[in-house]
């Protein structure tokens, strides 16, 4: 038993390192094709506009939505299996938080029931905005909500997922037009990725040599039966000739790839002429901008002058109406005034007229005052102090 045991480990331990291995090439290979896809697109985006008609772009749909796939965990069900989950269940929470993301706008669209449909219409939205690695560096951030959507061993758990959002930076460079409506949201079609533009055999001309060298060898034999001279006469055609095919084969693929880089090089002239056009258009429109400005600020510049003349002119004429009034008011208080004999005079006329009125004001008051005591006393005192002021009478009179 115990040998047996000891058989099983290595053979455990086996399985778990090629499983490992398995799992890593498998990631490997994905980010790879991803970013040939995204190089692919680069180059094509700039010669046409990327839609859903580009083949590249369908490329790139499919390995994008294997790589937010990859080893995403079930949902349980009633009776204890998992059902499948799409990665739209997962964009959905874990980029929630996006600022200005469209995440509802989404949600509310009714011609796209499916949640993988939901998921490749996101995928074209955030395209558009030019925002896919955004949203992917924000979930990412997110390792609570990744954790419970992914499995150990998921390229958006470990250092893959932020060599995709940096591969994915590339896209925001490229203008892209998708229409929502149609097959290319349809969720019931997978995505199936296609190797076959990115693997490329190229022989050399060492291989093409041993080819030949080959051929020549398999004429040789199947021609033993003939003569010397017909056999030497055939390899040396055979040889012309498969030299020729070789050379030709090369020629051909030189002209194709100087033909490519002519288009890529005419088309970027194109792009860097209208950019040129343009330029020159707004420096044109920017110095009859500049040129108006300084007319608008020259004439602005001689009316402040103008008006600043005209406000001295005023200041000059107000300052010579106060002179002249100043003058005039001390004239005219000058002449008003009295002078100093005439004031001597006058002080000594009022101070004989004051004495004048302080004597009669005495008289007055001696006058009244004796006029209020006569009227005050009873009439016997009057006639008492009366009789000895009256007329001595004669003797005979006062006897009767």
Known sequence: MASQQQQQHPVRRGKSAATGRSAAAER??????????VKTLLDRSCFETIDDTSPEFTNFVSILENILSHKMKGTATW??????????????????????????????????????????AWIRIVLMEKRLAEYISSALR??????????????MQGEEGVLLADTLIGLNTIDFSFCLKGEALDGSCP????YTPYLKF???????????????????????SSTPDKTATAASIFTEQSSLFSKCKRFEQKYRMALEQKGYLEELVRLREAQLSEAVSRNKALEQGLADTQLAHTLEKQQLEYIILELQDQLTILKNNDIRSRQELTAHLTNQWPSPDALDTNAVALDTLQDLYKKRMEQWDKSTSQGLKNLLEP????????????PKLPHSDAKK
């Open 191 to 194: 995505a199936v990725i296609d």
């Open 142 to 155: 997110d390792i609570r909500i990744t954790r419970r959507f992914y499995e150990d061993g998921a390229i």
């Open 28 to 37: 490997r290979n994905l980010l790879t094709v991803c970013r040939f896809s």
């Open 202 to 224: 190229v022989q050399s001309a060492d291989s093409i040599s041993s080819d030949e060298e080959e051929m020549r060898t398999m004429g040789s034999s199947g021609s033993e």
């Open 79 to 120: 009776f204890g299996y998992e059902s499948p989950r799409s990665f739209w269940e997962y964009i959905r929470v874990a980029c929630n938080k996006v600022p200005h993301n469209c995440i509802r706008s989404i949600e509310s669209m009714e011609n796209v029931p499916s949640s993988r449909a939901k998921g490749r």
């Open 379 to 390: 009439p016997q005192i009057q006639r008492l102090e009366i009789q000895p002021r009256s």
